[in-house]
Protein backbone atom coordinates (compact mmCIF):
# COMPACT_ATOMS: atom_id res chain seq x y z
CA UNK A 1 0.00 0.00 0.00
CA UNK A 2 1.50 3.18 -0.95
CA UNK A 3 2.32 5.65 2.40
CA UNK A 4 1.93 9.29 2.35
CA UNK A 5 2.13 11.88 5.43
CA UNK A 6 -0.94 13.78 3.84
CA UNK A 7 -4.24 12.86 1.73
CA UNK A 8 -6.52 15.41 0.30
CA UNK A 9 -10.23 14.75 -0.62
CA UNK A 10 -11.21 17.25 -3.25
CA UNK A 11 -9.67 19.46 -5.70
CA UNK A 12 -11.69 22.26 -5.90
CA UNK A 13 -10.44 26.01 -4.20
CA UNK A 14 -9.71 24.66 -0.69
CA UNK A 15 -8.43 20.96 -1.94
CA UNK A 16 -5.81 22.51 -4.24
CA UNK A 17 -4.70 25.51 -1.79
CA UNK A 18 -4.37 22.39 0.61
CA UNK A 19 -1.99 20.68 -1.78
CA UNK A 20 -0.07 23.42 -2.78
CA UNK A 21 1.05 24.74 0.86
CA UNK A 22 1.88 21.01 1.36
CA UNK A 23 3.83 20.72 -1.51
CA UNK A 24 5.79 23.79 -0.67
CA UNK A 25 6.32 22.52 3.33
CA UNK A 26 8.29 19.40 1.27
CA UNK A 27 5.21 16.88 2.79
CA UNK A 28 4.46 14.13 0.89
CA UNK A 29 0.65 14.98 -0.27
CA UNK A 30 -1.08 13.11 -2.73
CA UNK A 31 -4.88 14.22 -3.82
CA UNK A 32 -7.78 13.24 -5.00
CA UNK A 33 -10.39 14.32 -7.12
CA UNK A 34 -13.49 12.32 -8.30
CA UNK A 35 -13.90 14.55 -11.26
CA UNK A 36 -11.59 16.01 -14.24
CA UNK A 37 -9.67 18.87 -12.86
CA UNK A 38 -11.82 22.01 -13.16
CA UNK A 39 -14.89 20.37 -13.53
CA UNK A 40 -18.10 22.34 -13.58
CA UNK A 41 -20.27 19.85 -10.85
CA UNK A 42 -19.20 22.30 -7.94
CA UNK A 43 -18.45 25.62 -6.69
CA UNK A 44 -15.14 26.37 -8.07
CA UNK A 45 -15.24 26.85 -11.54
CA UNK A 46 -16.19 30.35 -13.71
CA UNK A 47 -14.16 33.14 -14.15
CA UNK A 48 -14.80 35.61 -11.13
CA UNK A 49 -15.30 35.45 -7.36
CA UNK A 50 -15.99 38.66 -4.96
CA UNK A 51 -12.76 39.20 -2.71
CA UNK A 52 -13.20 42.15 0.19
CA UNK A 53 -12.72 42.73 3.52
CA UNK A 54 -16.21 43.95 4.60
CA UNK A 55 -17.81 41.57 6.51
CA UNK A 56 -20.15 42.50 9.57
CA UNK A 57 -18.15 39.95 11.70
CA UNK A 58 -14.78 40.83 13.17
CA UNK A 59 -13.49 37.15 13.00
CA UNK A 60 -14.32 37.24 9.31
CA UNK A 61 -12.90 40.34 8.67
CA UNK A 62 -9.67 39.53 10.70
CA UNK A 63 -9.52 36.13 8.13
CA UNK A 64 -9.79 38.29 5.29
CA UNK A 65 -6.98 40.38 6.00
CA UNK A 66 -5.31 37.21 6.33
CA UNK A 67 -6.17 36.11 2.99
CA UNK A 68 -5.05 39.24 1.29
CA UNK A 69 -1.77 38.13 2.74
CA UNK A 70 -1.50 34.69 1.29
CA UNK A 71 -3.59 36.08 -1.98
CA UNK A 72 -0.14 38.44 -2.53
CA UNK A 73 2.34 35.62 -1.65
CA UNK A 74 1.27 33.22 -4.32
CA UNK A 75 0.48 35.98 -6.77
CA UNK A 76 4.65 36.33 -6.06
CA UNK A 77 5.49 32.59 -5.92
CA UNK A 78 4.10 31.90 -9.37
CA UNK A 79 4.28 35.44 -11.03
CA UNK A 80 0.06 34.87 -11.69
CA UNK A 81 -2.42 37.75 -11.15
CA UNK A 82 -4.96 36.37 -10.12
CA UNK A 83 -6.88 39.93 -8.05
CA UNK A 84 -8.54 42.80 -9.27
CA UNK A 85 -8.69 45.41 -7.08
CA UNK A 86 -11.69 47.35 -7.95
CA UNK A 87 -13.51 48.85 -4.40
CA UNK A 88 -16.18 47.55 -3.47
CA UNK A 89 -20.16 48.20 -2.05
CA UNK A 90 -21.93 46.13 0.22
CA UNK A 91 -26.00 47.90 -0.15
CA UNK A 92 -27.77 47.49 3.33
CA UNK A 93 -31.63 48.48 3.80
CA UNK A 94 -32.10 50.15 6.57
CA UNK A 95 -35.09 48.45 7.41
CA UNK A 96 -33.51 45.35 6.75
CA UNK A 97 -31.84 42.04 8.61
CA UNK A 98 -28.75 43.31 8.39
CA UNK A 99 -26.76 46.53 9.99
CA UNK A 100 -24.54 48.93 8.95
CA UNK A 101 -23.36 49.56 12.15
CA UNK A 102 -22.10 45.77 12.66
CA UNK A 103 -19.84 46.25 9.44
CA UNK A 104 -18.67 49.55 10.14
CA UNK A 105 -17.43 48.47 14.04
CA UNK A 106 -15.93 45.53 12.34
CA UNK A 107 -13.78 47.12 9.83
CA UNK A 108 -12.96 49.42 12.65
CA UNK A 109 -11.86 47.21 14.99
CA UNK A 110 -9.42 45.33 12.36
CA UNK A 111 -7.97 48.78 10.70
CA UNK A 112 -10.01 48.23 7.57
CA UNK A 113 -10.59 51.66 5.49
CA UNK A 114 -13.79 52.35 4.50
CA UNK A 115 -16.60 54.94 4.28
CA UNK A 116 -20.55 54.94 4.76
CA UNK A 117 -22.45 56.59 1.70
CA UNK A 118 -25.85 57.39 1.59
CA UNK A 119 -27.88 56.90 -1.67
CA UNK A 120 -27.18 60.43 -2.95
CA UNK A 121 -23.22 60.04 -2.61
CA UNK A 122 -23.55 56.35 -4.09
CA UNK A 123 -25.61 58.02 -7.06
CA UNK A 124 -22.77 61.03 -7.92
CA UNK A 125 -20.20 58.41 -7.64
CA UNK A 126 -21.45 55.35 -9.39
CA UNK A 127 -24.34 56.76 -11.71
CA UNK A 128 -24.65 53.32 -13.02
CA UNK A 129 -26.68 52.61 -9.74
CA UNK A 130 -30.16 53.50 -8.95
CA UNK A 131 -30.42 53.39 -5.31
CA UNK A 132 -33.08 54.31 -3.43
CA UNK A 133 -33.74 56.18 -0.14
CA UNK A 134 -33.31 54.30 2.92
CA UNK A 135 -30.05 52.10 2.01
CA UNK A 136 -26.50 52.78 3.66
CA UNK A 137 -23.64 52.01 1.05
CA UNK A 138 -20.54 50.39 3.46
CA UNK A 139 -17.77 51.10 0.65
CA UNK A 140 -14.40 49.38 1.09
CA UNK A 141 -11.45 50.16 -1.44
CA UNK A 142 -9.65 46.95 -1.34
CA UNK A 143 -12.22 44.84 -2.44
CA UNK A 144 -12.11 43.01 -5.90
CA UNK A 145 -12.14 40.11 -7.95
CA UNK A 146 -10.90 36.83 -7.96
CA UNK A 147 -10.11 34.78 -11.06
CA UNK A 148 -11.79 31.57 -9.86
CA UNK A 149 -10.80 28.90 -12.29
CA UNK A 150 -7.26 30.69 -12.95
CA UNK A 151 -6.58 30.62 -9.32
CA UNK A 152 -7.45 26.29 -9.09
CA UNK A 153 -5.22 26.12 -11.96
CA UNK A 154 -2.51 27.80 -10.53
CA UNK A 155 -2.91 25.87 -7.38
CA UNK A 156 -3.07 22.79 -9.00
CA UNK A 157 0.26 23.13 -11.66
CA UNK A 158 2.09 24.53 -9.25
CA UNK A 159 1.28 21.92 -6.61
CA UNK A 160 2.40 19.44 -8.95
CA UNK A 161 5.64 21.40 -9.67
CA UNK A 162 6.14 20.92 -6.40
CA UNK A 163 6.18 17.23 -6.11
CA UNK A 164 2.29 16.73 -5.04
CA UNK A 165 1.02 13.72 -6.50
CA UNK A 166 -2.66 14.98 -8.22
CA UNK A 167 -5.19 12.14 -9.16
CA UNK A 168 -8.50 13.47 -10.96
CA UNK A 169 -11.25 11.01 -11.76
CA UNK A 170 -10.24 8.74 -8.62
CA UNK A 171 -13.40 8.74 -6.29
CA UNK A 172 -12.60 8.33 -2.21
CA UNK A 173 -15.04 5.55 -0.99
CA UNK A 174 -14.27 5.41 2.64
CA UNK A 175 -11.80 6.63 5.46
CA UNK A 176 -10.64 4.34 7.80
CA UNK A 177 -8.75 5.56 10.76
CA UNK A 178 -6.78 2.59 12.16
CA UNK A 179 -5.06 4.33 15.19
CA UNK A 180 -1.79 5.53 13.71
CA UNK A 181 -2.88 6.70 10.52
CA UNK A 182 -5.68 6.71 7.85
CA UNK A 183 -6.17 4.39 5.00
CA UNK A 184 -8.18 5.83 2.17
CA UNK A 185 -9.96 3.18 0.07
CA UNK A 186 -10.03 4.67 -3.51
CA UNK A 187 -11.76 3.90 -6.85
CA UNK A 188 -7.87 3.36 -7.87
CA UNK A 189 -6.87 1.71 -4.87
CA UNK A 190 -6.22 2.42 -1.15
CA UNK A 191 -3.36 4.56 0.10
CA UNK A 192 -2.39 5.01 3.71
CA UNK A 193 -1.75 8.65 5.24
CA UNK A 194 -0.96 10.14 8.63
CA UNK A 195 -3.36 12.20 8.45
CA UNK A 196 -6.69 13.10 6.12
CA UNK A 197 -7.95 16.63 4.96
CA UNK A 198 -11.57 16.23 3.35
CA UNK A 199 -12.28 19.26 0.82
CA UNK A 200 -15.57 17.96 -0.46
CA UNK A 201 -17.81 20.25 0.10
CA UNK A 202 -21.16 18.71 -1.14
CA UNK A 203 -20.06 14.97 -0.75
CA UNK A 204 -18.24 15.85 2.83
CA UNK A 205 -20.82 13.50 4.65
CA UNK A 206 -20.84 10.57 2.45
CA UNK A 207 -17.25 10.04 3.60
CA UNK A 208 -18.03 11.53 7.32
CA UNK A 209 -21.26 9.41 8.35
CA UNK A 210 -19.84 5.82 7.74
CA UNK A 211 -17.53 7.66 11.12
CA UNK A 212 -20.41 7.87 13.20
CA UNK A 213 -20.17 12.14 12.48
CA UNK A 214 -22.25 14.08 10.34
CA UNK A 215 -22.04 18.24 9.40
CA UNK A 216 -25.23 19.43 8.76
CA UNK A 217 -25.47 20.56 5.32
CA UNK A 218 -27.99 22.46 2.53
CA UNK A 219 -27.37 21.72 -0.46
CA UNK A 220 -28.44 23.54 -3.15
CA UNK A 221 -27.97 24.65 -7.43
CA UNK A 222 -27.17 28.19 -7.43
CA UNK A 223 -26.74 29.92 -10.51
CA UNK A 224 -25.67 33.39 -11.84
CA UNK A 225 -26.15 35.30 -15.16
CA UNK A 226 -24.36 37.58 -17.49
CA UNK A 227 -25.92 40.85 -18.94
CA UNK A 228 -24.65 42.79 -22.23
CA UNK A 229 -25.30 46.18 -21.44
CA UNK A 230 -25.04 48.73 -24.21
CA UNK A 231 -22.46 50.43 -22.99
CA UNK A 232 -20.19 48.16 -21.76
CA UNK A 233 -17.38 50.79 -20.62
CA UNK A 234 -19.73 52.21 -18.06
CA UNK A 235 -18.86 48.78 -16.30
CA UNK A 236 -14.73 48.88 -16.58
CA UNK A 237 -13.68 47.64 -13.11
CA UNK A 238 -12.24 51.13 -13.11
CA UNK A 239 -15.58 52.62 -13.55
CA UNK A 240 -17.98 50.27 -11.38
CA UNK A 241 -17.06 48.81 -8.17
CA UNK A 242 -18.22 44.93 -7.29
CA UNK A 243 -21.30 44.94 -5.29
CA UNK A 244 -23.61 43.50 -2.62
CA UNK A 245 -27.14 43.82 -1.63
CA UNK A 246 -27.61 42.27 1.73
CA UNK A 247 -31.41 42.28 2.46
CA UNK A 248 -34.06 39.33 3.03
CA UNK A 249 -32.63 38.27 -0.27
CA UNK A 250 -29.21 38.69 -1.23
CA UNK A 251 -28.01 39.80 -4.31
CA UNK A 252 -24.22 40.61 -5.37
CA UNK A 253 -22.50 41.41 -9.04
CA UNK A 254 -19.25 42.40 -10.77
CA UNK A 255 -18.18 44.84 -13.10
CA UNK A 256 -17.19 44.03 -16.93
CA UNK A 257 -14.13 41.45 -16.40
CA UNK A 258 -12.33 39.61 -19.48
CA UNK A 259 -15.10 40.51 -21.17
CA UNK A 260 -18.00 43.01 -22.21
CA UNK A 261 -21.13 41.57 -19.94
CA UNK A 262 -21.98 42.44 -16.09
CA UNK A 263 -22.38 39.06 -14.09
CA UNK A 264 -24.35 39.32 -11.29
CA UNK A 265 -26.72 36.30 -8.92
CA UNK A 266 -28.60 35.99 -6.26
CA UNK A 267 -27.09 34.60 -3.16
CA UNK A 268 -28.64 31.77 -1.80
CA UNK A 269 -31.06 30.30 -4.45
CA UNK A 270 -32.54 28.13 -2.14
CA UNK A 271 -32.98 25.33 -4.75
CA UNK A 272 -32.06 23.05 -2.90
CA UNK A 273 -31.33 19.03 -4.59
CA UNK A 274 -28.34 16.94 -4.04
CA UNK A 275 -25.54 16.20 -5.99
CA UNK A 276 -26.79 13.25 -8.01
CA UNK A 277 -30.10 15.12 -8.22
CA UNK A 278 -28.61 18.37 -9.73
CA UNK A 279 -30.03 19.24 -13.06
CA UNK A 280 -27.81 21.57 -14.42
CA UNK A 281 -30.58 23.71 -15.67
CA UNK A 282 -30.96 27.48 -14.23
CA UNK A 283 -34.29 28.20 -12.51
CA UNK A 284 -36.85 30.17 -14.87
CA UNK A 285 -37.92 32.20 -11.63
CA UNK A 286 -34.66 32.87 -10.52
CA UNK A 287 -33.49 34.04 -13.78
CA UNK A 288 -36.46 36.53 -14.05
CA UNK A 289 -36.32 37.43 -9.93
CA UNK A 290 -32.68 38.58 -10.78
CA UNK A 291 -33.24 40.62 -13.97
CA UNK A 292 -36.35 42.51 -12.56
CA UNK A 293 -33.82 43.33 -9.63
CA UNK A 294 -31.29 44.43 -11.65
CA UNK A 295 -33.44 46.69 -14.22
CA UNK A 296 -34.29 48.58 -11.15
CA UNK A 297 -31.15 48.65 -9.50
CA UNK A 298 -28.81 48.99 -12.40
CA UNK A 299 -31.35 49.93 -14.90
CA UNK A 300 -28.01 50.15 -18.01
CA UNK A 301 -26.81 46.61 -17.26
CA UNK A 302 -28.68 45.31 -20.11
CA UNK A 303 -30.63 41.92 -21.95
CA UNK A 304 -29.86 38.77 -20.07
CA UNK A 305 -26.92 36.97 -22.52
CA UNK A 306 -26.54 33.36 -20.70
CA UNK A 307 -26.82 32.16 -17.34
CA UNK A 308 -24.58 28.96 -15.70
CA UNK A 309 -24.98 26.78 -12.52
CA UNK A 310 -23.07 25.77 -9.76
CA UNK A 311 -23.61 24.24 -6.11
CA UNK A 312 -23.49 25.73 -2.34
CA UNK A 313 -23.24 23.12 1.10
CA UNK A 314 -24.38 25.53 3.44
CA UNK A 315 -23.11 24.69 7.15
CA UNK A 316 -25.57 26.30 9.77
CA UNK A 317 -25.48 30.01 9.93
CA UNK A 318 -22.62 29.54 7.00
CA UNK A 319 -20.35 29.00 9.35
CA UNK A 320 -17.28 28.11 7.72
CA UNK A 321 -15.89 24.59 9.54
CA UNK A 322 -12.02 23.85 9.72
CA UNK A 323 -10.37 22.19 11.92
CA UNK A 324 -9.71 18.25 12.94
CA UNK A 325 -12.38 16.08 13.91
CA UNK A 326 -12.64 15.56 17.71
CA UNK A 327 -13.88 12.19 17.47
CA UNK A 328 -10.55 11.44 14.75
CA UNK A 329 -8.17 14.26 15.08
CA UNK A 330 -5.92 12.87 12.05
CA UNK A 331 -9.34 13.54 9.67
CA UNK A 332 -9.07 17.44 9.10
CA UNK A 333 -12.46 18.78 7.35
CA UNK A 334 -13.21 22.21 5.09
CA UNK A 335 -16.17 23.15 4.31
CA UNK A 336 -16.34 27.03 3.08
CA UNK A 337 -19.95 27.75 3.22
CA UNK A 338 -20.48 29.24 -0.52
CA UNK A 339 -18.62 32.50 0.74
CA UNK A 340 -15.01 30.68 0.86
CA UNK A 341 -13.46 31.55 -2.26
CA UNK A 342 -11.48 35.15 -1.57
CA UNK A 343 -9.80 33.05 1.65
CA UNK A 344 -8.88 30.22 -0.60
CA UNK A 345 -5.00 31.08 0.10
CA UNK A 346 -5.51 31.25 3.88
CA UNK A 347 -7.99 28.44 4.18
CA UNK A 348 -4.88 26.43 2.17
CA UNK A 349 -2.09 27.53 4.56
CA UNK A 350 -3.99 26.69 7.74
CA UNK A 351 -4.82 23.24 6.14
CA UNK A 352 -1.42 22.48 5.47
CA UNK A 353 -0.64 23.65 9.19
CA UNK A 354 -3.00 21.50 10.85
CA UNK A 355 -2.12 18.36 8.58
CA UNK A 356 1.38 18.89 9.47
CA UNK A 357 0.20 18.88 13.42
CA UNK A 358 1.81 22.49 13.33
CA UNK A 359 -0.09 25.72 15.11
CA UNK A 360 -1.99 27.42 12.71
CA UNK A 361 -0.87 31.30 11.26
CA UNK A 362 -4.23 32.62 11.69
CA UNK A 363 -6.58 32.48 14.02
CA UNK A 364 -9.16 29.49 13.44
CA UNK A 365 -11.30 29.39 17.03
CA UNK A 366 -14.60 30.83 15.57
CA UNK A 367 -14.28 27.67 12.67
CA UNK A 368 -13.90 24.90 15.07
CA UNK A 369 -15.49 21.84 13.66
CA UNK A 370 -16.78 21.20 17.18
CA UNK A 371 -19.49 23.28 17.22
CA UNK A 372 -21.20 22.26 14.27
CA UNK A 373 -20.75 17.86 13.89
CA UNK A 374 -23.69 15.85 15.22
CA UNK A 375 -23.79 12.15 15.79
CA UNK A 376 -24.84 10.52 12.28
CA UNK A 377 -28.16 8.60 12.46
Known sequence: MEEFDV??????????AAAYHLARQGVRVVAFEQFELGHVRGASHDTSRIVRTSYGSAAYVRFAQAAYREWAALEAATGERLLTITGGVVFIPDDGPYDAADFARSLSDSGVPFELLGPDEVRARWPQFAVPDGVTCVYTPDSGIAHAARTVATLQMHARVLGAGLRDRTRVDRLRPDGEAVVVSTSGGDVRARRVVVAADAWTNELLEPLGIRIPLEVMQEQVSYFAPADPGAFDPDRFPVWIWEDEQCFYGFPTYGEPTVKAARDVSENCM???ERTFVPSPERTAEL???LAATIPSSGELLR????????TPDRRFVIGPLIEHPDIIVALGAGHAFKFTPAIGLALAE?????????????FAVDATAVPAM
Open 7 to 16: AVVGLGALGS
Open 307 to 314: TVTCQYAL
Open 354 to 366: LATGGDTTDDLAA
Open 291 to 293: AAF
Open 274 to 276: TPA
